[in-house]
């Protein structure tokens, strides 16, 4: 065995990558990753039991943030740049402890590296099986899963320059819990609700980030064509790196195009005075090994998402910033203010040619909670004369498997009297099929992005306080979520943290789950897995 990972679905026989991650990781990424969480883990111990105040501690918060995303799957490939992390880390800890009079601090709060060789010998010894008892692993990688999550959304945020406190102070206990031999199953079972109500409140510090300098997302029809211009695609999920993007190819004849997650950023009002924002190219994520290489531009990737190119060629016109690397592709840095040099993609996009249209038309999306807020009457209209008599939850992730092409399925053949509420890369499983309205209201409501599921909580709120019920899951709500990495275990534990019960998730359980934790969730949760289709779908009406 030269590595351990099952924090992704797709993980290897549903129990765990031995030799390389399905991701594309190599055994020795995934071990300095798991190096880098240690050094968290130390961090987090220094600040709980040195008692600091985090409002104090500046940009130990904001690199804590950036290392727990460079280990959320597929976001960084590049093992100089998570060793330089690591030390960096390291060299924070130990000023940290300097300040304190810590006791009984555990070894990750106090071993020392040098070379790489010693960062892999240590790294053996502190990944995920170096927790014995399976239960209390399966919950400690859980909440792990969850930070990852919660930071990711956090590191947005602060991006547009939110951030909270208590979100830091929250990171910091979780992550000194999972080193804690002391902590029972109970204790971490009540730390994995919390870590979902921590969740909720990162979501809501997003949103709310993005809607005071975007606006509100709004109805919006999106180009998935293309114009005959040289072109940057923008991958990931990060607003602000898009928006210095538009910025400066201003006037340059640069065409911009979203891929995969940054689709939803066309719904912003901010970002429609841009004329050349013309449209989204291709699908979700694991489909970039075609399509770019058939877009023929460079590819700036924000955030995670990035799969190992096939060719060179490709490779060369591939860009990384924030979180993300890849060994050979350029990665932008920002200076102090936060700003990012973008010229050498621009004068790239230039000598390069136009894409190649690879389809044509337009998609819809922009139904967040403000917009879906605006169609309350009209909604609740439909529910009540029973034009409406299900909604379905198909928020999440998209992947590789062919067990996914289930949710295309799932959304061709719900009855026409049902309407799905989507967000995250899920949604183009079944954004471009033709279901058609119900009044007006189409039969794909696209929120947005991942931590946009943080709006149709919002929506079902809403919904259970119009209808004057005491319980969010008397409504006429079900919820089908595929999911694949660490941004929807957060979202999972939000939503559970809400009461939400019988969320099924596909195309498989989690590999993390230990029997004995599954047991839990589906005797505390309802949480259920997926079968066939038709089953399921009758299954759902009938609840």
């Given at each position: 065995m030269n590595m351990f990972c099952y924090q992704c679905q797709e993980t290897a026989k549903g129990t765990g990558c031995t030799l390389r991650g399905v991701?594309?990781?190599?055994?020795?990424?995934?071990?300095?990753?798991?190096?880098?969480?240690?050094?968290?883990?130390?961090?987090?111990?220094?600040?709980?039991?040195?008692?600091?105040?985090?409002?104090?501690?500046?940009?130990?918060?904001?690199?804590?943030?950036?290392?727990?995303?460079?280990?959320?799957?597929?976001?960084n490939f590049d093992d100089d740049a998570i060793e330089g992390q690591i030390k960096k880390m390291l060299a924070e800890r130990d000023k940290l402890r300097a300040k304190v009079t810590a006791e009984n601090l555990h070894d990750c709060a106090t071993f020392e590296v040098g070379d790489r060789q010693s960062m892999l010998e240590k790294a053996v010894n502190v990944g995920i099986l170096s927790t014995e008892n399976e239960d209390i692993r399966s919950l400690r990688e859980m909440i792990t899963y969850g930070i990852k999550g919660l930071a990711a959304y956090a590191h947005h945020a602060l991006n547009i320059g939110k951030e909270n406190p208590d979100l830091y102070a929250f990171i910091y206990e979780a992550m000194a819990a999972t080193v804690d031999d002391s902590l029972t199953v109970d204790d971490l079972v009540a730390l994995t609700l919390k870590t979902g109500e921590h969740g909720v409140a990162a979501m809501a510090l997003l949103d709310e980030a993005n809607t005071s300098?975007?606006?509100?997302?709004e109805i919006t029809e999106v180009n998935i064509g293309v114009r005959n211009n040289p072109a940057i695609l923008v991958s990931g999920h990060d607003l602000t790196d898009l928006e210095q993007l538009l910025e400066q190819t201003k006037g340059t004849g640069v065409d911009v195009y979203t891929h995969g997650e940054m689709l939803p950023a066309h719904y912003y009002p901010a970002f429609k005075k841009y004329d050349?924002?013309?449209?989204?190219?291709?699908n979700a994520w694991w489909k970039q090994i075609e399509e770019f290489e058939s877009f023929n531009g460079p590819i700036l990737f924000t955030t995670n998402c990035l799969v190992p190119p096939r060719s060179e060629e490709v490779r060369s016109r591939i860009f990384t910033t924030g979180a993300t690397g890849y060994p050979g592709c350029v990665h932008i840095e920002a200076d102090e203010n936060g700003k990012k040099d973008f010229s050498q993609i621009i004068e790239m996009a230039k000598k390069l040619n136009p894409p190649k249209e690879i389809e044509n038309g337009t998609i819809v999306g922009g139904f967040a909670h403000n917009q879906v807020f605006a169609l309350a009457d009209k909604i609740v209209d439909a529910v009540k004369s029973g034009?409406?008599?299900?909604?379905?939850?198909m928020?999440?992730?998209?992947?590789?498997?062919?067990?996914?092409?289930?949710?295309?399925?799932?959304?061709?053949?719900?009855?026409?009297?049902t309407v799905i509420l989507t967000a995250g890369c899920a949604k183009y499983r079944y954004n471009k099929?033709?279901?058609?309205?119900i009044g007006g209201i189409p039969r794909v409501l696209d929120a947005g992005q991942c931590n946009d599921s943080y709006s149709l909580a919002l929506i079902a709120l809403k919904l259970k306080e119009i209808f004057e019920l005491e319980d969010v899951n008397q409504l006429p709500i079900?919820?089908?979520?595929?999911?694949y990495e660490q941004k929807a275990?957060?979202?999972?534990l939000a939503l559970l943290y809400l009461g939400v019960k019988n969320i099924h998730l596909g195309p498989t359980l989690p590999g993390f789950l230990s029997p004995n934790v599954a047991k839990v969730l589906v005797e505390q949760f309802g949480i259920g897995g997926i079968t066939e289709v038709d089953e399921d779908i009758k299954m759902f009406m009938s609840a």
């Open positions: 991701c594309g990781k190599t055994a020795q990424v995934s071990n300095l990753q798991d190096l880098l969480i240690y050094t968290v883990k130390g961090i987090s111990e220094v600040v709980v039991k040195g008692g600091l105040d985090v409002k104090e501690l500046g940009d130990v918060n904001h690199e804590v943030l950036n290392s727990l995303f460079i280990t959320i799957t597929n976001a300098k975007y606006g509100n997302p050349h924002f013309v449209g989204n190219y291709g034009a409406i008599r299900k909604f379905f939850v928020a999440g992730c998209d992947g590789r498997m062919k067990s996914r092409e289930y949710y295309t399925q799932f959304a061709e053949r719900l009855p026409r009297d099929l033709d279901v058609g309205d079900a919820y089908n979520i595929a999911w275990v957060i979202v999972l």
